[in-house]
């Protein structure tokens, strides 16, 4: 028989012991994402800035990719400029949908989605600012090769969002707001595509950009070193820059770039150039 004290030994071997096991299972099973979602198959490499870039398998860098915001044209003359995406090779359209809950503007809604959908092959980039997106995700006419992000912030069921989005063939991003710790994502960290982080408050264009946002592209990107990172708000070709070596990857442009004065085209172009 053993002693009480080699008994309370024996017990205390076991309460330590088989949580350390456990949790060194599931590690060795699910480790941190090092993946890219269902985008290109690809790698990252970190770089002398300290940050990372999207490569290839044959080690060729990934330009970053330009999302082109709806909210910042011209809605007289959308076509138009949709039009021009599309022979400029705009990867994405951005497009915010807001409903005066989540956030303390109305923007857009479903028909202009539908309709998108049916006018050109860009895929979207659909930006879901609302209350409770489980309850109306089905509303909204997407599929493969669009991207549809949610705010982890408005739903109890992200892990939900995620399976409803991916069912029907588009990419899941969570997005964050500025003051949104990234710890919030680990509840679905192993099922998402791609993360969305807001460099401004949400809700409306033209807001400055919140500096410790680009801490947070640097500290999210180590996290999670094969997850796209998209960068929404005030992407001015001088904040793009540092986004890009923060670890970003998509960056939605709007009036602080394409939209600014210079011309639609130039505007591109000098984009394009902060974000090879």
């Not at 990934?62 to 003359?77: E, H, P, R, T």
Request: hydrophobic fraction near 45%.
């Amino acid at each position: 028989m053993y002693s009480n004290t080699a008994q309370q030994r024996y017990h205390l071997l076991i309460v330590v012991c088989i949580p350390l096991w456990y949790t060194s299972l599931i590690s060795f099973a699910f480790p941190r994402i090092s993946r890219v979602g269902g985008f290109a198959c690809a790698k990252r490499t970190a770089e002398a800035n300290g940050g990372s870039v999207l490569r290839t398998e044959g080690g060729e860098p990934v330009s970053g990719k330009i999302s082109a915001s709806i909210m910042c044209s011209d809605a007289l003359n959308l076509e138009a400029d949709v039009r021009a995406f599309e022979k400029l090779g705009v990867e994405y359209l951005h497009v915010d949908i807001m409903d005066g809950c989540f956030v303390p503007n109305y923007a857009f809604g479903t028909d202009l989605v539908k309709r998108l959908k049916g006018a050109t092959a860009i895929p979207l980039d659909i930006h879901l600012l609302i209350d409770r997106p489980e309850r109306k995700l089905d509303w909204f006419a997407f599929g493969e090769n669009d991207i549809v992000s949610f705010h982890c912030e408005s739903t109890q069921c992200p892990g939900r969002i995620i399976r409803m989005i991916k069912d029907r063939g588009a990419q899941a991003m969570v997005a964050l707001n500025p003051e949104t710790p990234p710890r919030a994502l680990e509840e679905v960290e192993y099922t998402l595509d791609a993360i969305l982080i807001m460099t401004v408050n949400p809700g409306f264009a033209g807001q400055m950009l919140v500096e410790s946002t680009i801490g947070k592209i640097a500290l999210l990107r180590k996290m999670y070193p094969g997850v796209v990172i998209e960068a929404d708000g005030n992407v001015s070709f001088e904040n793009a820059v540092r986004m890009r070596a923060a670890g970003a990857d998509i960056f939605v442009a709007g009036s602080s770039s394409i939209f600014s004065p210079g011309g639609l085209e130039a505007n591109m172009q000098k984009l394009r150039e902060c974000i090879v």
